[in-house]
């Protein structure tokens, strides 16, 4: 008997050292934000690994009763900038590589942090789609609520051993930088992530009544709901005619319509034809992620952005 219970004790050692390094390193902030490990070090490695567990534990400890949802192109939209804006404090707890299955998900489990003000959604037309399910949201809540699930996950393994690594190498990581040029991620994205996406478009029925659920959670909580469509460049948009979907999306434009009203800044207009301002098909530069938050975010924007969206105001609200 006291031979098996020291090899059950020498068996569980390394597990219970290497949970002490988690404890130690904690790269998504399980516990706190302590200053042993960079916040900005996390930033470029954790984070990079799972946005959604990184953001949501940061919301738990902190959460803001107005909050953005969306994915990398409304990521991209500068919280600091809109907080000034607003004159209000927003988290964005939008994720790279985002779905609407995730912004879905991301909008209840944020009720249970918080009484909800405001909700803003960013949301384009190759996310309505009920073929793109991706959900790392479910995974990331349950994570972030159980210390030995979060320490024993691969995110916080990987996290942590690139981390070390970096302490001990001062190593630096490109995570999610793609290795091309310009160019030719441009025309990948054009020709291989659009295609694959449009090739098998399915209307999403189901995604449009969750989202229907979330427009009505907001009236009857007076939680004010807006969606905006960002940007993208026309050979993007060009991408919808190739495939013959444009009464899809005209389709997805009404049904969002009636849940809320929407800025929509995603036709063919100064910017979205000028190559120059966008870092591929699918995502503007910061500058014009500054306009777009001006609009949305500000009392009274610049009357010279009124060429690059239109409004649409939901009468029911």
């Known amino acids: 008997m006291k031979k098996f219970v020291k090899k059950i004790i020498v068996f ?83 994720f790279g590589g985002g779905t609407l299955q995730e912004i879905i998900n991301t909008f209840w489990e944020a009720t249970k942090e918080t009484k909800l003000e405001k909700v803003v959604i960013g949301l384009n037309f190759n996310l309505y789609n009920k073929v793109n399910a991706m959900d790392r949201v479910s995974e990331a809540v349950y994570l972030k609520n159980n210390f030995l699930s979060y320490g024993t996950s691969k995110f916080v393994f990987k996290s942590t051993g690139l981390i070390i690594k970096n302490l001990i190498l001062n190593s630096s990581f490109d995570l999610g930088i793609p290795e091309m ?10 020709n291989s992530a659009a295609n694959n996406t449009y090739r098998i478009y399915n209307y999403p ?9 979330i427009a009505e959670y907001c009236k009857n909580n007076k939680i ?3 969606f905006f469509i960002p940007p993208t ?34 036709f063919s207009n100064q910017i979205t034809r000028n190559k120059e301002k966008f870092k ?27 060429d ?3 409004f649409y105001e939901n009468k029911k609200e």
């Open 181 to 190: 040029s310009r160019e030719e991620f441009w025309q990948y994205q054009l």
């Open 280 to 306: 591929d098909p699918y995502h503007c530069k910061e500058s014009v992620a500054e306009l777009v938050a001006k609009v949305i975010f500000c009392e009274n924007p610049e009357p010279d952005l009124i």
């Open 12 to 94: 569980f050692i390394p597990l219970f050292l290497y949970l002490i390094i988690v404890v130690i390193i904690d790269p998504y902030n399980f516990f706190s934000n302590s200053n042993f490990i960079p916040l900005e070090t996390k930033k470029e490695i954790s984070f990079k690994l799972n946005y959604p567990l990184f953001k949501l534990l940061a919301f738990k400890k902190k959460p803001t009763k107005n909050i953005i949802l969306g994915d990398s192109r409304t990521n991209n939209l500068d919280i600091n900038f809109i907080n000034e804006c607003a004159g209000k404090e927003f988290t964005n707890l939008a």
């Open 233 to 266: 460049h026309t050979s993007l948009q060009e991408k919808i005619h190739e495939f013959k979907l444009l009464k899809e999306e005209e389709k997805f434009k009404e049904d969002i319509k009636r849940l809320a009203s929407v800025y929509d800044f995603d």
């Open 224 to 226: 004010e709901l807006k």
């Open 205 to 213: 029925q189901g995604y449009f009544l969750e989202l229907k659920k």
């Open 308 to 310: 690059y969206f239109v």
